[in-house]
């Protein structure tokens, strides 16, 4: 198992003290805080349009493509508070723990975005935070497929790519159809790790609940009139998750 590297670098600007922590051997230099706003990128910026809160951009950088992602609020407490979370110290803060996570299980073999760079803003008891991102090319979500056609969409595929990361202990709490990429060759990918964590795969409570998230999202896609095509293609998912559940733990 690769070694995750990483280095950390303390800033200061006009939107308060931060920090960015990157992999130096995943970038040909070292990041500045403008590297986080879209702007700073112009013309090779460009607005993710599905899924997740509009608060994401696919960056065409001279080295490779890349996502860049603010951490927005969601609910009811976005009406107070759109984007800071509280300041409970360095280790917590959102963008650094997915970093982390992402470097775990990018080290550990599993199909993730290679994680670049991620940035945190203070200012006072409240926080901003951005990620970047190894973009993932010529994929489709899984939601997409499964309203494009349920029928033949990737639901073996992706009960074993979940079972994947589920043997490794990955608790997704935000699982969605989104959540999940694939390729023309069925290939697939999991993004989007706000909040997730390594935990002990025995324990079946928190594997049942990504589970039960997924299948909401996608009778929320498709609405009542797929709603029997996408029961018959869980079940389907939920057969290869279980065999995949039965091979040895990736860790």
């Known amino acids: 198992m690769r070694t995750p590297?990483?280095?950390v670098t303390p800033f200061r600007d006009a939107r308060g003290d931060g920090a960015i922590v990157f992999d130096p051997s995943a970038l040909p230099q070292t990041p500045v805080p403008g590297w986080f706003d879209a702007a700073h990128w112009g013309d090779a910026a460009h607005v993710v349009g599905s899924g997740g809160r509009g608060a994401a951009w696919f960056?065409?950088?001279?080295?490779?493509?890349?996502?860049?992602?603010?951490?927005?609020?969601g609910g009811l407490i976005a009406r107070f508070s759109h984007d800071r979370y509280v300041w409970r110290g360095e280790a917590p803060v959102r963008s650094f723990a997915e970093f982390?996570?992402?470097?775990?299980l990018h080290a550990m073999g599993l199909p993730?975005?290679?994680p670049l760079a991620a940035a945190y803003w203070r200012d006072g008891r409240r926080y901003r935070a951005a990620i970047l991102l190894e973009r993932i090319i010529d994929v489709q979500s899984f939601g997409h497929r499964a309203l494009d056609d349920a029928a033949s969409a990737p639901w073996a595929e992706s009960g074993a790519l979940i079972a994947r990361f589920h043997r490794a202990g990955l608790d997704h709490p935000d699982l969605n159809a989104h959540n999940l990429l694939f390729d023309d060759d069925g290939n697939g990918w999991?993004?989007?790790?706000?909040?997730?964590?390594?935990?002990?795969?025995?324990?079946?409570?928190?594997?049942?609940?990504?589970?039960?998230?997924?299948?909401?999202?996608?009778h929320k896609l498709g609405g009542p009139a797929l709603a029997g095509l996408i029961d018959?293609?869980?079940?389907?998912?939920r057969s290869a998750?279980?065999?995949?559940m039965s091979q040895?733990?990736?860790?």
């Open 232 to 237: 018959a293609g869980f079940a389907t998912l």
């Open 100 to 104: 982390r996570l992402l470097q775990t």
């Open 112 to 114: 993730v975005p290679r």
């Open 241 to 244: 998750y279980d065999a995949g």
């Open 190 to 218: 999991m993004i989007d790790f706000d909040k997730a964590r390594l935990r002990d795969p025995v324990e079946s409570g928190w594997r049942r609940a990504n589970l039960a998230r997924l299948h909401r999202s996608l």
């Open 248 to 251: 040895e733990a990736t860790r």
């Open 59 to 73: 960056i065409d950088a001279p080295w490779g493509a890349m996502v860049l992602r603010r951490y927005l609020r």
């Open 5 to 7: 590297s990483e280095q």
